[in-house]
């Protein structure tokens, strides 16, 4: 079964529109993160957000926010005000503590900033 | 360093010819983890190392994989006898410890493999 689920293979925002790239993971594992990484078309990877299983509130980095629903086991990622330079895939990936801290990666949603 | 370093940025082979890439991780950091990447798509784990020692390798197709990390030395993956399907981007990450709290990988730029 997949443990990350992203999805939206592919989605066009209007410049400036807040856009929400959906995440779902699946664990048993109690204590586990969840990164968000942007992939723009020049291939670096470029860590966005993270957001600890205990932690209390949903976290936010500038205009990346991640909403985070622990029951529902869903991790979306949330950009406001999108810029043209937001076009880039987008991957979701779990770390399990129990797993040796390797990173679970979701499918990448791939998001087009139109002008 | 302050950033992971990769290199090659690309290698060609032909389909049965060895390929070798290196990583150095960001000073001070102890975890170095090894992705593949084919097509722009889903990362897959390959193998991770506390410092020297391999903490990881169960995402290894040990038959024509192997890799190291050697003390003052980058680390390194090696294919043996690459077959089209490696063709890929490689990237290598590192992070900082084993905390099981916050911890960041870094990535590198990647290494794109192209096998003809």
């Known amino acids: 079964a997949q443990k990350i689920t992203q999805t939206q293979p592919g989605m066009f925002v209007q410049e400036k529109e807040a856009v929400t790239l959906d995440c779902t993971y699946d664990?048993?594992?109690?204590?586990?993160?969840l990164f968000w990484y942007k992939q723009p078309s020049s291939g670096e990877m470029i860590f966005l957000i993270y957001?600890?299983?205990?932690d209390q509130q949903n976290a936010t980095e500038g205009r990346y926010s991640l909403n985070f629903q622990k029951a529902r086991k869903s991790a979306n990622l949330v950009i406001s005000a999108s810029q043209l330079g937001d076009s880039a895939m987008y991957f979701c990936?779990?770390?399990?503590?129990?797993?040796?801290?390797?990173?679970?990666w979701g499918a990448g949603t791939k998001l087009i900033i139109k002008p | 360093g302050e950033e992971v370093a990769q290199t090659p940025k690309h290698l060609v082979r032909g389909e049965g010819q060895k390929a070798k890439l290196y990583c150095a991780p960001i000073?001070?950091?102890?975890?170095v983890f090894w992705y593949q990447q084919v097509l722009k798509n889903e990362f897959k784990f390959l193998i991770s190392?506390?410092?020297?020692?391999?903490?990881?390798e169960t995402g290894m197709p040990k038959e024509r994989f192997s890799a190291k990390c050697l003390p003052n030395s980058p680390c390194s993956l090696e294919i043996q006898a690459t077959k089209l399907e490696d063709s890929a981007v490689y990237f290598c990450?590192?992070?900082?410890?084993?905390?099981?709290?916050?911890?960041?990988?870094?990535f590198g730029p990647g290494t794109r493999l192209t096998v003809l």
């Open positions: 664990t048993s594992d109690p204590s586990y993160g």
């Open positions: 990936a779990m770390r399990e503590d129990d797993s040796n801290y390797q990173l679970i």
């Open positions: 190392f506390q410092n020297e020692n391999v903490f990881d």
């Open positions: 957001q600890g299983s205990y």
């Open positions: 990450a590192s992070s900082q410890s084993d905390s099981s709290s916050y911890n960041e990988q870094f």
């Open positions: 000073k001070g950091h102890s975890y």
